[in-house]
Every structure is written in structure tokens, then in C-alpha cells.
């Protein structure tokens, strides 16, 4: 099992940045990608990005796509980079981590409010 703590949420005005922090720990050996996902009340939890372990294979929902950067190594650290933040971009934000024979572990997630 992994555990995920997620930190850096917060709110800020439409157009501004966050930087999102996730850190795992316990068996992190197993895991081979690492991604953040959000969900905004009254909708179901979607993608927003994620990275493989090593970095070397990324990918980015429509809507983070040239606002949004996932960093780390993809096996213990992953960052998100928010820039150009938008009202609609408001949700939970969840760290998750994909391991080797087992569903994927999720964080506690991390409000982050856009204001207008």
C-alpha cells in the first residue's frame, strides 16, 4: 500500500498560479505512475494529468493542457503547476499512484478555489 499526502491548495484569483505538492511513501518501489485528478462539487472525479515513473511519459486532460505542468519522478514526488487559473478550474484536487497488481492509492485531496 501506498500512502499519498497532498498539500499546497488554496485559493486564489481567476488568472493566478498554485503549485501542487504530492509525496508518497510506504511501497513506493511498486509504483509506475503517479497522476492528479480533481473533482468539482456535483461532478465526478476526472483527470488532469499524469507521469510515468522517470518522467518519461506524460499526459495532460484537454482542459490542462498549456496552463498545467505535472512534474517528479513518478514514484515518490509529483508536482502540479497551475498557471492561468480559471473559476471552473475549482475542485478537490487528488494525488494518486498506480502500482503493479492493485487498485490505485489516493490522497486526501487539496481544495483549491478560483475566485472570479
Known amino acids: 500500500q501506498v500512502q499519498l499526502v497532498e498539500s499546497g491548495g488554496g485559493l486564489v484569483q481567476a488568472g493566478g498560479s498554485l503549485r501542487l505538492s504530492c509525496a508518497a511513501s510506504?511501497?513506493?518501489?511498486?509504483?509506475?505512475?503517479m497522476g492528479w485528478f480533481r473533482q468539482a462539487p456535483g461532478k465526478e472525479r476526472e483527470l488532469v494529468a499524469t507521469?510515468?515513473?522517470?518522467?518519461?511519459?506524460i499526459n495532460y486532460a484537454d482542459s490542462a493542457k498549456g496552463r498545467f505542468t505535472i512534474s517528479g519522478d513518478g514514484a515518490n514526488t509529483v508536482f502540479l503547476q497551475m498557471n492561468s487559473l480559471k473559476p471552473e478550474d475549482t475542485a478537490i484536487y487528488y494525488c494518486?499512484?498506480?502500482?503493479?497488481?492493485?487498485?490505485?492509492?489516493w490522497g486526501q485531496g487539496t481544495q483549491v478555489t478560483v475566485s472570479a
Open positions: 494518486n499512484a498506480y502500482t503493479y497488481g492493485n487498485p490505485p492509492d
Open positions: 510506504g511501497r513506493t518501489f511498486s509504483i509506475y505512475t
Open positions: 507521469i510515468s515513473r522517470g518522467g518519461s511519459t
